[in-house]
């Protein structure tokens, strides 16, 4: 019985595909990508509309026995039998009539295969760069076949004009408050999801768990290892004030003699070029652990210093 079950469901599923692609195969997305109200209304409509259709091809298929699915259809589900493709193809019909407004923006969930972020495979990620970090907040793969929706010509329907306008203002936001002077072309998970939880800023509840994984998983090996070097000896090493203060000195030292970094600045970007740096070695260090120190180096100065 279970063998036929799932005979059946995948057998289905194919037919589906093969009547209408996604827009049959896909079910309601519990999570859907972030474009917007328009968008996420008309969404809602579709699969309201397109669900009586579902339905009826499935049970059609599932009232007729299993031996004579065999013979009516291939194992990618192409009807073999005259009477199959006749009712293929006026359920291939029914779905054109019904829905070929269904593109742009709005048929992206029905390939989810291909549009629907792999939070998994990006959780692998040392870093992400602008595209990928806003592109993977609202839901969506990066691809470069997004941007050039994106930046295509004169737009029409409401619900495309609108995930523009949404993504665009992500874009905008993301870029404020981790890049406002163009320095950056990447950016570490810590900072990303810091700043979203400071500012509790919209994105996919899948982006959001995959930046906490991410962050938990660094801190888990930062744990670990300073658990390891600590039973490396008899007596734990402390680090004292003094030792604490003095590689503060020599770290702004070399900020500022080897990047410019000025102290009296409201904003640099030094700390994260340091950050990137340490990155590309394999070593993770926040930026606002690098601020720390390079303001604690920066109490010592001379009360006459200024930059060069």
């Known amino acids: 019985m279970i063998d036929e ?21 896909t079910l309601k997305p519990t999570d859907p990508f972030l474009l917007g109200g328009t968008y996420l209304r008309r969404s809602d409509r ?37 009477a199959w493709k006749k009712w293929v193809y006026e359920k291939r019909q ?28 990006w959780a692998k990620a040392g870093f992400f760069t ?7 907040s609202l839901g969506l793969e990066p691809l470069t076949e997004l941007d050039k929706m994106l930046n295509a010509g004169s737009l029409k329907r409401a619900e495309d004009i609108d995930a523009c306008e949404t993504v665009r203002a992500q874009f905008k936001l993301f870029k404020r408050a981790l890049d406002p002077y163009g320095f950056e072309s990447k950016f570490q998970v810590r900072d990303v999801l810091n700043w979203i939880n ?3 800023l919209d994105v996919h509840s899948g982006y959001r768990n995959m930046l906490q994984r991410m962050v938990d998983r660094v801190s888990k ?25 003095s590689l503060a000195k020599l770290l702004l030292a070399m900020a500022i003699t080897e990047y410019g970094y000025d102290p009296t600045a409201r904003r640099s970007p030094i700390p994260r070029e340091m950050q990137d740096i340490a990155a590309s070695l394999g070593l993770e260090v926040s930026q606002d652990t690098i601020r720390h120190y390079l303001q604690l180096g920066a109490r010592h100065l001379p009360s006459d210093w200024k930059p060069d």
């Open 221 to 245: 090996d930062e744990a670990n290892t300073e658990t390891i070097e600590s039973q490396g000896s008899d007596k734990p090493e402390r680090f004292e004030g003094r030792e604490k203060v």
């Open 46 to 82: 579709i699969f309201t509309d397109i669900e009586p259709l579902r339905k009826q091809a499935v049970n059609k298929l599932n009232s007729v026995g299993v031996e004579d699915l065999k013979v009516g259809f291939s194992e990618l589900g192409q009807p073999q039998t005259e």
């Open 5 to 25: 079950l799932k005979f059946r469901a995948s057998l289905n599923f194919m037919i589906l595909r093969c009547i209408g692609g996604g827009l049959l195969a």
């Open 198 to 200: 400071q500012v509790d």
């Open 130 to 136: 602008m595209e990928e970090a806003v592109w993977l």
């Open 94 to 121: 029914e779905v054109k009539e019904q829905f070929s407004y269904v593109q742009g923006w709005l048929g992206l969930q029905f390939v989810p295969e291909k549009y629907v972020a792999n939070y998994d495979y």
